[in-house]
């Protein structure tokens, strides 16, 4: 029943023809039951219950048109007949009737319809409801209309199930099964087999997936089936074919058991096929950055002799030059002063040097081929490349190497396609007598690396390296919303006004940055020989907000964190998102739930969670884990802690929500995991993962994401903004330079957002502009290249494509911007975006040299996240803070645990936070809001993080809160 004002205006306003037939009835409290009898029956179209109480606030507004006490409805149908009568009356006044069993099969088979494209019950009911008003029935009891829900869902299940399998012959049904039972050839199920696929990049772990791509093969599974069933219906069984292990799966019903089986198959046969071409492109490059290392590491070696040969070559110089001074015979000098003998001696090893002083990477490459091999000849027949362009090289060197091996024959043919290589390789490959047939294989397999990773070449079967455009939304869609005005872009539809505006805009800004730099206007930036200076800021935070920082510290109540979770969790109700893959039931064991989320948060791990935990036990932490934690169960319950967060009335002393910063933070990776983790320098010799957060400027975190320390994080700065299900709506967004480039600026301009990044050596980045660079003369030094204005309009189309699919959330952003960033010799669609982002960068680049406010405000959003990954640190300590994990998908679960919990941390000393401010003020002290913005909530000393963890006790809040640790008490204590 509405209780809203605009529901009950909408819905229980009573009509003059309602009065009168309201007005029959005696005495008020009948005329009132009457009417809210009416009223239900009207909307939401059901009778009311024995002994039911409407809602107040309906109440109040049905009486006030009847100049009743809304008290007088407790005196109505004290006799069950009076309520029966008027029921079968306002039937027939509203043209209702009960419903009848045509009725209820209309019902289900709505409900059918609507189960088959979703598992939501709510989705369902509402469906079933629909039906029955439009047949104008009376709704029947909530238990009727669950049970033909739930009665729908299962028949929609099994349609499905039926779907997926008709036209099975008993061979492959039978074939089916036997992946559930144990093969003595590999001592497990193949269906485990098939799923537990090594993921470390290697040789021998990508031979290991193409078998059993090849095996999968064999079963003759055409993933077309996909198309017969609903997408949803379609992610919901792969969601439980996900979490089911064999011994499980061998317990269904052979309906589901055998569609089960089929679901995993044609997802096993994408995810094998993505991860064995990713495995091949981190092979191949981890294959050059190695020989780049092996080139450094010979340098080095070499060191001890060059310096001797170069000793030799001052002494050899140092002679002549004295035989030139004396007028001596220069040979005789040499022979005095270095030595003939020692000249010849060092010829063979200088010529040696220099030979192989600085050899290409492709030769020091070369010298892995063995391990290359291993793999090359089985990748290249495993997959089917296509290229959009006819007769494409690379596709033709692929088959003649893919004949090579077929033949078994170790040389090149006289004639083999080089076009796809560069000169330099060329050269190598042809420099002796015969072709070098290694060179010519492992210059043609990076080759093909990079067209795949920058989407110029795709393989048939993977859903990652696909064409570009089949990633974006279907060109037809696209084009409907560009005709209607829908595509809600921050730009207009016609390039040509959009450009004509920026040059305007640009223009205007160059020539008073100009002005106000020569005559000393701007704030904080000084130019000194033509070159714009920026005065670093200082801090902003005065030593009084330290202090009070402090005080507040001093009065958080002391907290373990498993009753720190559940506090949030009865405040927020966060720990009921984690519902159950199959029934989307919430969770019965609240305590189990929270004991692995906080798992997964200190890196702990669920067995040894159980071992610290008293209450819970391992198999209840599994059970809780296998089959409710999930990647969109954990995006539901952090947007239930950061959303009650934002709607903190403290929150908005620090934020309106509309900005936030995004950065990455590096984790190193141990034992096993160390295998699949990339190396950057930048952190040191040892492998591990970024983990890239989000953090709105409220301190709510609302996005994290596992990526590769080898990996810009400027791919994955938009992908935060739109892979999260909170309120937040974020306008301006910060980042350090690792998440800036040309491309994001642009994207950025097309979706309507604002990118405010902190760039490092600004004064060495130019302005590009419209006009002749000499039309700024007091900047000249920072006028960069013109801009290609016909490039952006020729691809106007194209940009605005890409940024629709985008803002539809048809792909992530960080798909495209990897793809455009990875080819050596970009695509006309990435040149144009990098020209837009120019514009765009030059506009933001003015911006900052004129704007302290802009400087600080981007200073003070970083500065948040940078405080909020010492507390990530504090958390995550557990195995020394070291990841171990292999999987992509356990690294999610650790950085989403992680984000959750530190989101519960910042929330509980939030509220705490406020309450201690509240007493403080009601103690007569003045605390302004400008000094009280710079007490943050990232506090963890107050936190036991360690010890043993007790979930089976509650502690006795009386009222609500934990009292709060005042001077007072604690001396009293004390």
Request: glycine share 6%; net charge positive; proline share 5%.
């Amino acid at each position: 029943m509405p209780t809203d004002e605009d529901s009950l205006i909408r819905h229980y306003t009573l009509s003059p023809a309602d009065r009168l037939e309201i007005a029959v009835r005696r005495r008020k409290h009948n005329q009132l039951g009457f009417a809210v009898q009416l009223c239900l029956m009207r909307y939401p179209g059901r009778t009311l219950m024995a002994n039911e109480i409407p809602p107040r606030m309906m109440l109040h507004y049905i009486a006030e048109q009847l100049n009743a006490e809304p008290e007088s409805f407790n005196s109505y149908a004290r006799r069950e007949p009076t309520r029966l009568e008027h029921v079968s009356h306002l039937l027939a006044y509203l043209g209702m009737r009960t419903a009848a069993a045509p009725d209820r099969r209309a019902a289900l088979m709505s409900g059918i319809e609507t189960a088959a494209t979703t598992d939501k019950g709510s989705s369902i009911a509402k469906a079933i409801v629909t039906t029955m008003r439009e047949r104008n029935v009376v709704l029947p009891t909530p238990d009727t209309i669950e049970r033909i829900g739930l009665a729908a869902r299962a028949i929609a299940r099994r349609r499905a199930e039926a779907a997926l399998i008709s036209g099975f012959s008993a061979e492959q049904l039978q074939s089916l099964d036997d992946l559930l039972k144990v093969d003595p050839a590999i001592a497990q199920t193949r269906f485990h087999w098939l799923r537990s696929a090594p993921d470390a990049p290697g040789s021998s772990n990508l031979v290991a997936m193409m078998e059993r791509l090849s095996f999968i093969r064999t079963l003759n599974i055409d993933p077309r089936l996909q198309g017969r069933i609903h997408s949803g219906r379609w992610d919901q069984m792969i969601r439980e074919g996900d979490v089911t292990p064999a011994w499980l799966a061998a317990d269904f019903n052979a309906s589901r058991r055998r569609a089960t089986i089929v679901a995993q198959v044609i997802k096993l046969g994408h995810k094998l096929t993505d991860d064995a071409v990713t495995m091949f492109i981190k092979l191949i490059g981890r294959l050059f950055s190695q020989a780049n290392n092996r080139k450094k590491q010979r340098h080095a070696e070499t060191r001890k002799e060059t310096a001797k040969a170069l000793r030799l070559f001052l002494d050899t110089i140092s002679a002549l030059q004295a035989a030139n001074d004396n007028d001596e015979d220069a040979i005789e000098t040499i022979n005095r002063y270095v030595g003939w003998h020692r000249l010849l001696q060092v010829k063979p090893a200088l010529e040696a040097m220099v030979e192989n002083g600085d050899p290409d990477p492709l030769l020091v490459a070369v010298e892995q081929y063995a391990n290359v091999r291993k793999y090359a000849a089985l990748f290249l027949r495993t997959f089917a490349f296509r290229s959009a362009r006819r007769n494409d090289p690379l596709l033709a060197a692929i088959e003649t190497l893919k004949s090579l091996y077929e033949d078994g024959r170790r040389s090149l043919p006289d004639r083999v396609p080089v076009a796809h290589l560069g000169t330099t390789a060329r050269k190598l490959i042809f420099s002796g007598s015969k072709p070098d047939r290694r060179l010519y294989e492992i210059a043609t397999l990076a080759a093909l690396r990079e067209r795949l990773r920058s989407a110029d070449v795709w393989v048939e079967g993977s859903r990652v390296f696909r064409p570009m455009d089949e990633h974006l939304m279907p060109r037809p869609a696209f084009t409907d919303l560009k005709d209607t005005d829908q595509l809600g872009l921050g730009v207009q539809r016609d390039g040509a006004q959009w450009l004509a505006q920026m040059q305007q805009l640009l223009d205007f800004n160059l020539k008073r940055l100009a002005h106000r730099a020569r005559n000393g206007k701007l704030e904080g930036v000084r130019l000194e020989a033509g070159t714009l200076l920026v005065t670093p800021l200082a801090s902003e935070v005065p030593a009084a907000a330290e202090e009070l920082n402090l005080e507040l510290n001093d009065m958080y109540p002391l907290v373990e964190v498993p009753d720190l979770l559940r506090e949030v969790h009865e405040w927020t109700g966060f720990a009921d998102q984690f519902t159950y893959v199959r029934t989307g039931d919430m969770p019965q064991n609240i305590a189990a739930m929270l004991a692995g989320t906080l798992a997964d948060a200190t890196n702990l791990g669920p067995k040894r969670m159980a071992g610290a935990s008293k209450g819970i036990s391992a198999h209840q932490i599994g059970w809780m884990r296998m089959f409710h934690a999930r990647t969109e169960t954990y995006r539901a319950a952090q947007a239930s802690v950061t959303d009650a967060h934002a709607r903190h009335p403290h929150a908005l002393l620090w934020g309106n929500g509309t900005t936030a910063s995004s950065d990455g933070q590096f984790f190193r990776a141990s034992d096993r995991a160390a295998g699949r983790g990339d190396i950057n320098l930048h952190y040191g010799s040892e492998p591990g993962t970024k983990f890239y957060s989000h953090l709105s400027d409220q301190y709510g975190y609302f996005s994290i994401l596992p990526i590769s320390p080898t990996e810009s994080e400027a791919a994955y700065v938009l992908d935060g903004l739109f892979d999260h299900d909170t309120i937040l709506d974020i306008e301006e967004h910060f980042t350090d330079t690792g998440g800036a480039s040309d491309h994001v600026f642009a994207l950025f301009a097309l979706i309507g957002k604002r990118f405010a990044p902190r760039l490092r050596n600004l004064k060495d980045r130019k302005f590009h502009t419209f006009e002749k660079a000499d039309t700024y003369p007091a900047l000249a030094d920072h006028i960069g290249v013109r801009i290609n204005t016909a490039l952006i309009m020729e691809y106007w189309d194209d940009l605005l494509h890409l940024a629709a699919s985008i803002r539809a959330r048809t792909v992530a952003p960080s798909t495209i911007l990897k793809k455009l960033a990875a080819s050596p010799n970009p695509s006309q669609l990435a040149k144009a975006l990098r020209e837009l982002g120019r514009i765009e960068r030059s506009l933001f680049m003015i911006e900052w040299y004129s704007s302290p406010a802009l400087r600080r405000r981007c200073q003070a959003g970083l500065n948040k996240g940078e405080a909020a990954h010492k507390l990530k640190r504090a958390v995550f300590f557990h195995e020394r803070g070291e990841i171990r994990d292999r999987s992509f998908e356990s690294q999610a679960f650790r950085a989403s645990g992680l984000n959750l919990v530190v989101s519960a941390i910042v929330h509980w000393n939030t509220v705490y936070l406020s309450r201690a401010v509240t007493h403080l003020l009601q103690g007569g002290r003045n605390i302004p809001d400008a000094l009280l913005k710079h007490v943050s909530p990232l506090s963890w000393e107050h936190i036991n993080l360690t010890g043993i963890y007790a979930w089976d006790t509650a502690p006795d809040l009386p009222e609500g809160f934990r009292p709060l640790r005042l001077p007072g008490k604690m001396l009293l204590a004390a």
